[in-house]
């Protein structure tokens, strides 16, 4: 079977160059485009220099409609609004949209949701790691097997993380929240502050850390009236996204149009 052809969206960034040289040496997958924004370093620098690794011959471009009319899917950490965009013209042109962007809002989920229902295949998490997604099945059962617990949870990012909570946190919330049978939206606590009066019976709270070049550190501390459980997950490397990625992609390409997770993909579900 031929290379699957992926195109690498934010090319320019951290999590775009961890994709890069992932797809670079993943069986099955070949980068044949790579952009970044408008007037970013990045554009006209070859993929592969430009992340560390040998030459690929793919410029970094700025045009995200000619990138992926010579790819079959696109490998997307950026921002809700270019995550948007991009959803939409996959859905157009039936590509494969692998979304690892975070901090979208519930109009922006609807939207990705939309384009998978129009002709997309895209598989969209707040999270690529096998051990995180491992980890949301435990806090679940967790949560339902410890009903009178208190469930906090605490995560920490490098000082340039521009949306909080996480969406990795907002996962895990949402696993809590399954467990219980409840809605989280309605039941997460995100700032306390001042005189907040005692912690409201059956919520979810949410605490940020940013500072350093901390890539993610996520807890789920569930306390109860004489002992607590807590529940952690430690990043090292940006790699371990960029394989999800890979394993991800390599999956969709079996699929068909629709909105899938990592759960899909790792078959926990």
């Not at 980890?135 to 949560?143: I, N």
Request: aromatic residues 2%.
């Amino acid at each position: 079977m031929a290379d699957l052809k992926v195109a690498i969206a934010g090319a320019g960034g951290k999590m775009g160059g961890a994709n890069i040289r992932a797809i670079a040496t993943a069986a099955g997958l070949s980068v044949v485009a790579a952009f970044d924004r408008p007037g970013s370093a990045a554009v006209g620098k070859d993929a592969g220099e430009n992340s560390g690794i040998e030459a690929l011959g793919v410029l970094i471009g700025d045009d995200p409609e000619a990138a992926l009319a010579l790819a079959d899917a696109v490998i997307d950490f950026t921002a809700p609004a270019a995550s948007v965009a991009l959803a939409q013209r996959a859905a157009a042109l039936g590509k494969i949209h692998i979304i690892g962007t975070t901090g979208c809002s519930v109009e922006d989920d609807a939207a990705i949701a939309a384009a998978a229902k129009a002709g997309a295949t895209i598989v969209k998490a707040g999270n690529f790691s096998l051990g995180l997604n491992l980890l949301l099945g435990l806090v679940r059962k967790a949560a339902a097997e410890l009903p009178g617990f208190d469930v906090e949870i605490l995560e920490m990012h490098h000082n340039r993380k521009v949306d909080a909570p996480s969406g990795t946190a907002l996962m895990l919330g949402a696993a809590a929240a399954k467990g219980r049978g409840i809605d989280l939206a309605t039941h997460s606590v995100r700032v306390r502050d001042g005189h907040t009066g005692a912690r409201e019976p059956g919520s979810i709270g949410f605490a940020t850390l940013r500072g350093g070049s901390v890539i993610g550190e996520h807890s789920v501390i569930l306390a109860g009236p004489s002992e607590r459980l807590e529940l952690r997950h430690i990043a090292d490397n940006r790699a371990l996204f960029a394989d999800g990625a890979v394993r991800a992609t390599l999956w969709a390409r079996e699929q068909q149009p629709g909105l899938y997770s990592m759960a899909d993909v790792l078959g926990l579900n």
